[in-house]
């Protein structure tokens, strides 16, 4: 099955939407690690930004199995997939940035901790499930 047949119509909407995603990762105990993120649907995949030395980037990277859930109110959105930690995309921060604080915050933003070493993350979505966003 192509990965454009997992999101219908509404489901992309939805994600289209400005919310945030709660990212579950596996420690190397067997733990859960969560975290919010600002995400953006590409394409077909989720792309978000992280520390490149962050616990869930190096959880990723030894273990690329991850679940986000995108809540607004009662409806949800679980997807299920694999990621892939690449390198620094100074695009998607910058379009991240702009997504979630508009352009004349993000501009600021984006100059705080300009030596942090960052990561992007593709995730490639294999299971969706929810409630009211079908």
Do not use: C
Not at 54 to 60: E, P, T
Not at 105 to 131: F, H
């Amino acid at each position: 099955m192509s990965h454009a047949a997992l999101l219908s119509a509404a489901q992309r909407e939805f994600l289209d939407g400005r919310h945030y995603a709660i990212i579950a990762t596996l420690n190397a105990d067997g733990t859960i690690q969560q975290t919010v993120v600002w995400y953006m649907l590409d394409g077909d995949e989720l792309r978000f930004s992280i520390g490149a030395e962050s616990v869930k980037a190096a959880n990723l990277r030894r273990n690329p199995t991850i679940s986000i859930t995108i809540e607004d109110g009662i409806r949800y959105l679980t997807l299920k997939g694999a990621a892939t930690v690449e390198a620094s995309d100074p695009e998607l921060r910058s379009r991240l940035a702009q997504r979630y604080l508009g352009p004349e915050r993000a501009a600021d933003w984006l100059t705080k901790r300009p030596d942090a070493p960052r990561a992007s993350v593709r995730v490639r979505i294999l299971r969706t499930y929810g409630q009211g966003v079908n």
